[in-house]
């Protein structure tokens, strides 16, 4: 199966930050990448598709870039909801699997 | 607005059989194309994509876990189920059920997850 690093694993920011995720995996994986934000007791949220797609309602400071096997997730301003847990998954290759998750934390 | 809700046991006995349900409103699991699949989290873990279940009912299971998985649909009431049986320890973690929309591209939305703990 295609392992997913993400880095950091955890990342203190305050609101108005700017922060960059990254997901790297062991092979190429083309564009399939998504990304999620998960909050505590909640089910994960879809943020973007097709590693640069923007999901329908998903505000505009989250963008996704790469192909291949590096991919980075980018909040270009932080906002006190976004303090949460991200995950990136690959759908290029069978089984889809995950990343082990990037929390963010408020500093 | 389409919304899943996992259902089942909290506590399974080692060796048991695990089973959940996943009742989906604001969609059809017979939608075409569409698949419905299985997540889960260890505590204070990374997510495991245990299978999926298309609206044909071919289902595709996680080789790790295919041996003991079996995963179907209920037209009657709009559900998804997991059964995974022999369970052990490390089966405890929060199960989701998910929406794939997307031909196997993204799962949107998830259910809000049940936490399902082996223990004697």
């Known amino acids: 199966a295609i392992q997913l690093t993400q880095s950091p694993s955890s990342l203190s920011a305050s609101a108005g930050d700017r922060v960059t995720i990254t997901c790297r995996a062991s092979?190429?994986?083309?564009?399939?990448v998504a990304w999620y934000q998960q909050k505590p007791g909640m089910g994960p949220k879809l943020l973007i598709y097709d590693a640069s797609r923007l999901e329908r309602g998903v505000p505009s400071r989250f963008s996704g870039r790469g192909s291949g096997t590096d991919f980075t997730l980018t909040i270009s301003s932080l906002q006190p909801e976004d303090f949460a847990t991200y995950f990136c998954?690959?759908?290029?290759?069978?089984?889809?699997?995950f990343g082990q998750g990037t929390r963010l934390e408020i500093k | 607005q389409v919304q899943l809700q996992e259902s089942g046991p909290r506590l399974v006995k080692p060796s048991e059989t695990l089973s959940l349900t996943c009742t989906v409103s604001g969609d059809s699991i017979t939608s075409d194309g569409y698949s419905w699949n299985w997540i889960r989290q260890p505590a204070g873990k990374g997510l495991e994509w245990i299978g999926r279940v298309y609206s044909n009912a071919v289902a595709n299971y996680s080789p790790s876990l295919q041996s003991r998985l079996t995963m179907s649909l209920d037209t009657s009431k709009n559900q998804f189920s997991l059964r995974l049986n022999s369970v052990t320890a490390a089966d405890t973690a929060v199960y989701y059920c998910?929406?794939?929309?997307?031909?196997?591209?993204?799962?949107?939305?998830w259910g809000q997850g049940t936490q399902v703990i082996v223990s004697p």
């Open positions: 998910a929406r794939d929309p997307s031909f196997g591209r993204w799962l949107d939305p």
């Open positions: 998954q690959q759908f290029n290759s069978f089984p889809p699997t």
């Open positions: 092979q190429g994986i083309a564009s399939a």
